[in-house]
């Protein structure tokens, strides 16, 4: 992903630019993002090990992208693998079309790689990967003016070669725009590390290349702030858009933004990046904000049928329970919200999936026959979850 640098964050933003107020069903369906969902993402993900472009565990990778959207009821002819080559490595990227209502052969496209250099890449890029994911698997039924794509480009990290090859031979060939694209919106390392105060993020602006797009760029990210600050606990900053994705699709005219972290986890491109090491409710919030921005961008349906509103909004929710203390030594506190049943199951397990503890309706688990470091607490009441990461330290 992107190489070291000095960020220029300025700007802090806050609810009510551009005129957006919040619209209570693309509330309703960012809460629908689901914390053991990116937690398993993240997990799985990682364990794909290093993903080099034109690897087997790039391939392998790609696969497990693609199956997770079959799971989510994605056809076949909605996904493409879009292969390219560079010198004399291959690889393929992913997309992935929901067609608009509207404007079906206009496109609001979010996306991020999925290839790594050095260790599993599980913040660069698995955390955008899946929050991509989620925002798919939520938006699969929703009805959107403007078409969808979802694209997972390979390639990034030796010089954005996937998001190059489809930007310069899909969505602009010989001189001429084959895609009408409204919108480039890519997510790059947005995993946080565990324990920064990981409470903000970066929107980025485009601000180089042609300069025509600019003002454009501009608008949809102070639109993308905004759209972060009504549907997740986030902070946002605005800086500026440079070497990922969007680049490619930039120089071609098109307008971008992003998302990026804000307190930076420099892990990215080491043996360091790996699950141990991110943040998983920040990819979690992050995911809440990219559903709310999603919508705004396609423009999805305002409208909640009485029959889907049981089925949207979940009867149980897990999101604000409280696990501490974190680091904990000896005896681990869960506090559910005052609306939960009380009949609730607490699992801990390590970071290869074993699990080690289970107690149930317990708000107090001792925990001291544990050996230190760091394991998955997960919280079940009724049909819903919750999995924190939590740290072990004596």
């Keep these: 992903m992107k190489k070291l640098t000095t960020f220029l964050c300025t700007a802090l933003v806050v609810g009510g630019l551009s005129g957006q107020t919040l619209i209570q069903a693309y509330k309703n369906r960012a809460d629908l993002v689901s914390q053991t969902n990116i937690t398993t993402n993240l997990q799985e993900f990682s ?51 929901k067609t608009g209502t509207l404007y079906p052969d206009k496109y609001v496209i979010i996306c991020g790689h999925y290839d790594t250099i050095t260790g599993p890449g599980t913040s660069d890029n698995g955390s955008g990967t899946s929050v991509i994911l989620e925002v798919a698997r939520i938006l699969k039924d929703v009805p959107t003016e403007y078409s969808i794509k979802f694209i997972h480009f390979s390639g990034e990290e030796q010089g954005l070669y996937g998001s190059s090859h489809y930007a310069n031979n899909v969505a602009y060939q010989s001189g001429v725009k084959k895609l009408d694209i409204k919108l480039v919106f890519n997510l790059d390392q947005v995993g946080g590390k565990l324990g920064n105060v990981n409470s903000k993020i970066i929107c980025e602006k485009d601000t180089a290349g042609q300069s025509g797009n600019n003002a454009a760029s501009s608008t949809v990210t102070q639109q993308l702030a905004t759209c972060t600050t009504l549907y997740s606990p986030l902070q946002t900053s605005i800086s500026n858009a440079y070497s990922s994705d969007y680049m490619p699709f930039e120089q071609k005219g098109y307008v971008i933004t992003g998302f990026y972290e804000y307190t930076r986890s420099y892990n990215e491109h080491t043996v360091n990046d790996t699950f141990a090491n991110v943040d998983p409710v920040y990819v979690f919030k992050v995911g809440k904000a990219a559903v709310g921005a999603m919508q705004h961008f ?57 699990s080690v503890l289970k107690e149930e309706n317990k708000a107090q688990i001792n925990i001291s026959r544990l050996d230190n470091g760091v394991y998955l607490c997960t919280v079940k009441a009724g049909n819903t979850s919750i999995t924190r990461k939590i740290i072990i330290e004596k």
């Design 298 to 354: 396609a423009t999805a349906s305002t409208t909640i049928a009485a029959g889907s509103a049981a089925k949207e909004i979940p009867p149980v929710t897990l999101e604000s329970v409280k696990i501490y203390p974190n680091p904990v030594k000896d005896f681990l506190t869960v506090e559910l919200p005052d609306s939960t049943t009380k009949n609730f199951t607490v699992e801990i397990t390590d970071l290869a999936g074993l």
């Design 47 to 97: 364990n794909l090990g290093v993903k080099t472009t034109g690897s087997v565990n790039n391939a392998n990778t790609l696969t497990w992208i693609k199956n997770k959207y079959t799971s989510y009821g994605y056809s076949a002819s909605q996904i493409v693998e879009n292969p390219f080559t560079f010198g004399s490595t291959s690889s393929k990227n992913l997309v992935i079309t």
